[in-house]
């Protein structure tokens, strides 16, 4: 599994991140589900990864990378999605060599499984892995190894967060992952979230952490605001949770 370490402590990792030529990173935007997918390269060794791709884009997806000249290693999904079907297994079939990986407390299928504590390896990065429940039991956040930035899937939105009463979703615990995986980080490190709904791309912890309505809130109050959101139903959920369950390995459309 070249590429991919699992639970290695952070200080062992002998290249930080603003060592030698600064890391490629391209946001891509998908309209429908509103999901932003990430690029992320090393320009030294051309190794790739992806995160949380998405089925419609996978084609303008491979194309970048190509276009860039990079070797995709992973497709990496921050959880099990309910409004669109990933593009993990797409890529597999347009880029071969690329891996799909996920949570294993997702439940789903992948090449790779990630547990809190693994560093996803891209030439001279590195990816750890923060478990950060509460949207799904499943959900991580992506923090690159010299805290410059992260990826915290449907976590922590721009003033937001992603909701809790679905897929066995807890306002408590992601309250709490919120608070102890994300707002731990550096103020400056910059927070790149799954979705934007109002056209804002990128936040920072400090930010988040002061100005976010619902998470400066108290847990109590948190919880009060989550469980009285009352919104509508994911419009993909019914056919894009199965499909993403067997993230990575579900057969291609023709």
């Known amino acids: 599994m070249a590429g991919l370490a699992l639970r290695v402590a952070g ?4 290249q930080r991140a603003g060592s030698g030529a600064p890391i490629l990173l391209r946001q ?8 932003y997918t990430y690029l992320l390269g090393d320009r030294e060794s051309r190794e790739a990864i992806l995160i949380d791709p998405v089925l419609e884009t996978a084609n303008r997806d491979a194309q970048l990378v190509k276009e860039l000249r990079l070797r995709l290693l992973y497709a990496v999904n921050t959880h099990c999605h309910a409004d669109h079907i990933t593009g993990s297994g797409l890529l597999k079939s347009l880029l ?7 949570s294993r407390l997702s439940g789903a299928q992948a090449d790779l499984h990630i547990e809190d504590g693994d560093f996803i390896r891209f030439g001279r990065f590195a990816l750890e892995t923060r478990a950060s429940p509460g949207h799904t039991p499943g959900c991580v956040t992506f923090v690159l190894n010299d805290h410059s930035m992260a990826f915290t899937g449907d976590a922590l939105l721009i003033r937001g967060c992603g909701r809790t009463d679905f897929q066995q979703g807890c306002a408590k615990t992601l309250y709490h992952s919120v608070h102890e995986k994300i707002f731990t980080l550096p103020g400056d490190c910059l927070i790149y979230p799954a979705h934007d709904y109002h056209g804002l791309t990128v936040s920072t912890v400090e930010e ?4 976010n309505p619902r998470l400066t809130l108290s847990c109590e109050e948190f919880i009060k605001v989550m469980d009285n959101l009352n919104l509508p139903k994911p419009q993909q959920i019914d056919f894009a949770v199965p499909a993403n369950m067997r993230c990575g390995v579900q057969t291609p459309p023709s």
């Open 11 to 14: 200080r062992q990792l002998s």
């Open 96 to 102: 071969p060599g690329c891996q799909s990986v996920i």
């Open 28 to 35: 891509m935007f998908e309209p429908k589900s509103c999901t």
């Open 208 to 211: 988040e952490r002061t100005l």
